[in-house]
C-alpha cells in the first residue's frame, strides 16, 4: 500500500483566504516555518497504477497537478487520449472540504464514487453533482463494516465515528457526536499492512481505541490543538468539538486518548490554520512530535 497526503489542511486550507490570525499571517508574509496547505484529501493504491481518491477537495486540480502519479496518461496505451490513475473515489462526509472537488472530476472519465447512503443521498440532492454524468460516474452506497475492494489490491471498510451533518445541513438543533452514517473512518488493508483514515471525529470512545489496535498507521483528526483555539485566535466562536472535531490536547484529546496503543505511526490531517501545530519549533508542535506524532503536509507519502 501506498499512500500520498494530498491535502493536509481542513476546509478553508492554510492560509484561508481571509484569514489574518497569527499563523495564517506567518504564511502570508512567507515565514519559513510554515509552509501553505491545500484542503483534507489522501490517494491511496494498492497496485501502483489504479488509485482511490479519499475526499475530493476544492483543490484537487492543484493537488493532481503537483502529484506525478495521478496525471493523466499513466499506464495509458499510445493511442488512449483520455484516463486517470484515480479509478475510484470514496467520501468520508459530505462536508464541502471533502465533496466539492467532486466538480473538478467532471469530463466523462470512467469512475466509481463510494460513500454511505447518507452521504450519497446529501450528494443525490443538490443537482450540481449531475455533472457526474450517471453512466459515466457510478454511485456506489457501502454500508459500514462491510468491506469491499474500490481498487485492485486494496481493501477499505467504513465504520461510524462521532460526527455531525455537515455544516450547510445544520438545524437549530445539532447532534454533535451522532454515530450514524454521516461521519465515517476508514480501514484500508493491502498486502498485510492496515492503515486508518479518520479526518473529522467528534470524540475519542472505548470503541474506537479497541478498534485501532490492528493499525500499522494512523491519520487522524488535527483539526484544532485546543478546543477554545478559534476564539482565542479571535476569528469565531466555535469551538473544535462543536465542529465535530475532537482537540489534540486536554482531557479527552487525542493526544492522551491514543497514547497507550501501539499503532506504527500517527500523523495528524485535516488541520486547521489556527492551530500552531503548523508552526515548525512552536512548542504545540514539539508537544506533539515528542508524542511521536507527525504534522502532515502536502505531498507527504506513507507506505504503512
Ligand atoms: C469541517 O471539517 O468542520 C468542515 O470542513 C467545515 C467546513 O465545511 O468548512
Ligand atoms: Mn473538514
Ligand atoms: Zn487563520
Known amino acids: 500500500m501506498r499512500l500520498t497526503i494530498l491535502g493536509a489542511a481542513a476546509g478553508g486550507g492554510f492560509p484561508q483566504w481571509n484569514c489574518h490570525c497569527d499563523i495564517c499571517r506567518l504564511a502570508w508574509n512567507g515565514d519559513a516555518r510554515v509552509s501553505a496547505r491545500t484542503q483534507s484529501s489522501i490517494a491511496v493504491t494498492g497496485d501502483g497504477v489504479h488509485?482511490?481518491?479519499?475526499?475530493?477537495?476544492?483543490?484537487?486540480?492543484?493537488?493532481?497537478?503537483?502529484?506525478?502519479?495521478?496525471?493523466?496518461?499513466?499506464?495509458?496505451?499510445?493511442?488512449?487520449?483520455?484516463?486517470?490513475?484515480?479509478?475510484?473515489?470514496l467520501v468520508t462526509n459530505g462536508d464541502v472540504d471533502h465533496v466539492a472537488g467532486l466538480l473538478t472530476l467532471r469530463e466523462r472519465q470512467a469512475l466509481t464514487l463510494y460513500g454511505t447512503a447518507g452521504v450519497l443521498d446529501v450528494i443525490d440532492a443538490n443537482p450540481i453533482f449531475n455533472v457526474l454524468a450517471r453512466d459515466a460516474v457510478a454511485r456506489v452506497?457501502?454500508?459500514?463494516?462491510?468491506p469491499f475492494e474500490p481498487v485492485p489490491g486494496l481493501e477499505v471498510e467504513l465504520f461510524p465515528v462521532p460526527g455531525k451533518v455537515p455544516l450547510y445541513l445544520e438545524g437549530d438543533v445539532v447532534d454533535v457526536g451522532a454515530m450514524g452514517d454521516m461521519t465515517t473512518g476508514i480501514r484500508l488493508?493491502?498486502?498485510?499492512?492496515?492503515?486508518?483514515?479518520?479526518?473529522g471525529c467528534a470524540a475519542v470512545d472505548d470503541r474506537l481505541r479497541d478498534r485501532l489496535r490492528d493499525a500499522d498507521l494512523l491519520l487522524f483528526d488535527g483539526t484544532v490543538f485546543t478546543d477554545d483555539e478559534m476564539a482565542a485566535a479571535g476569528v469565531g466562536a466555535k469551538t473544535g468539538r462543536r465542529m465535530g472535531h475532537v482537540p489534540i490536547s486536554g482531557a479527552g484529546g487525542s493526544l492522551d486518548a491514543f497514547s497507550d496503543l501501539s499503532i506504527g505511526a500517527r500523523v495528524y490531517v485535516h488541520i486547521n490554520n489556527t492551530n500552531p501545530i503548523l508552526v515548525e519549533g512552536s512548542a504545540e508542535r514539539d508537544c506533539v512530535e515528542a508524542e511521536g506524532w507527525m504534522v502532515a503536509h502536502d505531498g507527504l507519502e506513507l507506505v504503512p
Open 51 to 89: 488509485w482511490l481518491l479519499v475526499n475530493a477537495s476544492p483543490d484537487l486540480r492543484k493537488q493532481i497537478l503537483s502529484t506525478p502519479e495521478l496525471a493523466a496518461g499513466r499506464h495509458l496505451g499510445p493511442d488512449d487520449r483520455r484516463g486517470s490513475p484515480i479509478a475510484a473515489v
Open 141 to 146: 452506497a457501502v454500508p459500514s463494516g462491510t
Open 189 to 199: 488493508t493491502a498486502g498485510g499492512r492496515t492503515a486508518y483514515y479518520i479526518p
